[in-house]
């Protein structure tokens, strides 16, 4: 994701950095040891600046990057204008670090890619927007170098890890998702997977949503409490619904390494379970829903107006804990019920929908920091408009942590023509903003065997 300085100005390429110079730096004493250059080696850098090869050696000597620090490459820079330092002479001594900054703007786009999507898609196209969103994000992604494997990886923002507080220095708190034993022992690709892998936060049982320090763990609201964040002790048993560790009933919550917990990989279960989903998910035909997920906005769906002819409209958002390996947003809803409807006109894709298993389905989840309720409705009607069947969910809490699936089947409705699918979210505290339930995956579809989906369907 981030770090400081893997370029402190506007962006400077390796290419731009081996540039020779016009300039002529007509200085008479080294100004890093500021002692005269008379009779004293000296080296030119392509930036034009001169200085005693000796103090250029030593200081990229000492600027070697480490695992007790991010990663700054700022002792690799001229002191005067701040341009890497490259000179034939130097070679033996930037060629590492050179690649390893390379590396790092790969990383630096795989972040903006998941944090800005919409902007980096953008940006693709347009040179100098693209080199304006990678300062962006050299300037404030932080990145560590792993004390397993020695590779580069994200560890959260500069504007925690410029707080000391919370800084680790020893090699074993530095490592990547691939080398890490808490990841190990619950994913089984754990560099591949990262994306799906789901924390506890250090202090508290709460899933995780913040990553500082290379290697910590935060929930928002721990996070928020930076740096005076106190360990929450686990309630324990039954009490507790999140993961425990093998033979512990409760969560070592608090400062230590020893309170980092891996819940799960989001991935390894999904595929792990996916020939039992087989199993008992009904085959049918594909979903009818248009936007199902908020991909395209709101499009396909209206809010439902109240007695006043109100209404409060569910709201996109970027997915935090994704579900899947494709969705990338989801519906969230705000302090007050929201809603909003979609119809699928039924009688356009099922030839006769008198005679079709319907499924409506959607999957809900809410925030660690603020309950959540969720509900879903299916009403059936007729070619003139008229209700003929109306089902729904029980008002429901929305789970922290992870997606529920909520699920309602209409058996045959004689004189069925359409179908409409509802849902409701609220937060359960009245918070100003987007603090509800969510919601993703909105469904609709027939059930039946796969091979009778060509007498069922139009066109099929």
Aim: proline share 4%.
């Amino acid at each position: 994701f981030f770090f400081m300085c893997v370029c402190c100005r506007s962006i400077s390429t390796l290419a731009s950095s081996k540039m020779t110079s016009s300039f002529k730096d007509n200085s008479t004493e080294c100004a890093i040891c500021f002692e005269p250059f008379d009779g004293t080696e000296t080296i030119t850098l392509t930036c034009g600046h001169r200085w005693h090869t000796a103090c250029v050696k030593q200081q990229l000597q000492s600027a070697k990057p480490n695992t007790s620090q991010r990663l700054l490459f700022s002792g690799y820079r001229c002191a005067k204008c701040k341009a890497f330092c490259d000179h034939p002479d130097l070679r033996d001594l930037t060629r590492k670090t050179d690649e390893l900054r390379e590396r790092v703007d790969a990383l630096v786009e795989e972040q903006l890619k998941a944090d800005l999507p919409t902007a980096w898609e953008g940006a693709r196209q347009d040179r100098d927007a693209k080199a304006r969103l990678l300062d962006e994000g050299r300037r404030n992604y932080a990145f560590y170098l792993c004390g397993g494997c020695d590779e580069p990886y994200f560890g959260g923002t500069v504007e925690c890890a410029d707080l000391q507080q919370g800084e680790l220095i020893a090699s074993e708190d530095r490592l990547c998702q691939a080398c890490s034993p808490r990841t190990q022992e619950i994913c089984q690709h754990p560099f591949e997977h990262g994306a799906y892998h789901v924390w506890k936060c250090r202090y508290c049982c709460n899933p995780a949503t913040f990553l500082c320090y290379g290697n910590v763990h935060f929930c928002k609201p721990c996070h928020d409490r930076i740096p005076n964040a106190q360990a929450i002790p686990c309630v324990g048993g039954a009490c507790c619904t999140f993961p425990k560790p093998t033979g512990q009933t409760t969560h070592s919550n608090g400062s230590s390494r020893e309170c980092e917990q891996l819940y799960y990989c989001a991935w390894c279960e999904s595929s792990s379970s996916r020939d039992a989903f087989a199993q008992h998910e009904s085959t049918g035909s594909r979903n009818f829903i248009v936007n199902p997920s908020g991909e395209e906005g709101t499009r396909g769906w209206r809010p439902i107006l109240d007695r006043w002819g109100q209404s409060e409209m569910w709201q996109v958002e970027n997915m935090e804990l994704r579900v899947d390996q494709h969705t990338q947003t989801n519906f969230v809803s705000s302090y007050s019920w929201a809603s909003m409807m979609q119809t699928v006109p039924l009688h356009e894709y099922v030839r006769d929908p008198s005679s079709v298993q319907i499924e409506v389905s959607a999957k809900f989840m809410g925030r660690s920091d603020c309950p959540s309720l969720f509900f879903m409705q299916t009403v059936v009607k007729d070619s003139n408009g008229r209700i003929l069947h109306r089902v729904g969910t029980s008002q429901l809490s929305a789970p922290a942590g992870f997606w529920e699936k909520a699920n309602l089947t209409i058996d045959p409705v004689i004189g069925a023509h359409e179908v409409s699918m509802i849902v409701y979210g609220k937060d359960s505290r009245f918070w100003s903003g987007n603090f509800g339930s969510k919601v993703c995956h909105c469904s609709v579809r027939v059930l039946c065997d796969e091979d009778e989906l060509g007498n069922i369907l139009i066109g099929e």
